[in-house]
């Protein structure tokens, strides 16, 4: 579990709370980390400092501008497999304990960086974390709740999303006011600011307790029984059930792998009669399609003009 036990001098709903809270705080980082490109693009210091443009903010060289966005998308990639792969095998909270380092070292490196490839290094480092916590947040959120309000729990919790690419614009407005917009603060500001979520997160985590799947994936019964006890709020009937269903879940299941994976992709279940290939490329187009529409690149764009 976590390194104390400080879950459980929580009341059910203190603790269900701490859960939304950090889960929030999870997604509201890859929210920010969305939509902060956008401001930073729009720096003249910036664009001079990684070598895309003139010192007025003209950028010359658009390939490389997009490629410094984009290559952060790759580390999503690896950071959203590698995530899904350490939350099986070592625990949710910890899966996202990685996360939060990555996202940290990423997110101060970016800051800090002085040339086109500190900064690319920088995001894609920053990448792998944002992929682990978007990768395993929903899990954790899906794995606490009860069926009735897991839907509208998973809903706000994304609603963090979208606050954060809010936070971010704002935020890139109000310093393009500092020095007419020709400070580095405008856009070292703006990338180190994504470290607070990813911080508080990091300090904050691991007081919660691990989800009941995952314990009981590990043989570890009692934990999950007392898990799910404290976070229902009761000893009943309704809880004994949930966990017996978790357990025999648990014991049929196979650890997650990418070879797994492509085996669901293909159509074979983890046991026989059991067919996932259409329902897994549903969950798959579904989001592809959703990226398809253009919408990241209109989160990246270049949206503030420098004030003269």
């Known amino acids: 579990m976590g390194y104390t036990t400080w879950w459980k001098r929580l009341s059910p709903r203190q603790l269900n709370i701490a859960i939304q809270t950090f889960s929030v705080i999870s ?12 401001g930073v ?16 903010g003209t ?22 497999f590698a995530g899904g792969w350490l939350a099986d095998r070592i625990g ?23 040339s086109s490839n500190f900064i690319i290094v920088a995001r894609v480092i920053t990448g792998i974390g944002t992929g682990a916590l978007t990768g395993i947040t929903p899990v954790m959120v899906s794995e606490t709740s009860t069926a009735e309000h897991r839907g509208g729990f998973l809903g706000y919790v994304f609603i963090a999303n979208y606050l954060g690419i809010s936070i971010a614009y704002w935020l890139s ?11 580095d603060i405008r856009w070292r500001f703006q990338l180190a600011f994504q470290c607070l979520p990813a911080l508080l997160l990091f ?47 648990a014991e049929e299941s196979t650890k997650s792998s990418p070879i797994e994976f492509i085996k669901i992709l293909f159509g074979r279940g983890p046991k026989p009669g059991y067919n ?28 503030l003009a420098t004030p003269s």
């Open 59 to 80: 950028v010359t060289d658009t390939l490389h501008q997009g490629g410094i966005v984009s290559v952060y998308y790759l580390g999503c990639i690896a950071g959203c």
């Open 27 to 38: 997604i509201f980082f890859e929210g920010y980390d969305q939509g902060v490109m956008g």
């Open 173 to 183: 407005f109000g310093l393009a006011f500092i020095d007419g917009g020709y400070s």
């Open 41 to 56: 693009n729009a720096s003249p210091r910036y664009v001079e400092e990684v070598g895309i443009g003139l010192p007025d």
């Open 276 to 303: 996932l290939g259409q329902r897994a490329w549903l969950c798959l187009f579904l989001q592809i399609m959703a990226s398809w529409t253009g919408i990241t690149a209109v989160f990246s764009c270049r949206r």
């Open 92 to 114: 949710r909270i910890n899966g996202l304990f990685i996360g939060c380092i990555f996202a940290i070292i990423g997110g101060a490196l970016q800051a800090a960086a002085q």
């Open 203 to 249: 300090l904050g985590i691991k007081i919660l307790p691990d989800t009941p799947r995952f314990l009981a994936s590990v043989g570890r019964y009692d934990e999950a029984r007392e898990v799910i006890e404290h976070v229902r709020g009761n000893f009943g009937p309704l809880v004994e059930r949930e966990f017996l269903e978790i357990r025999t879940v």
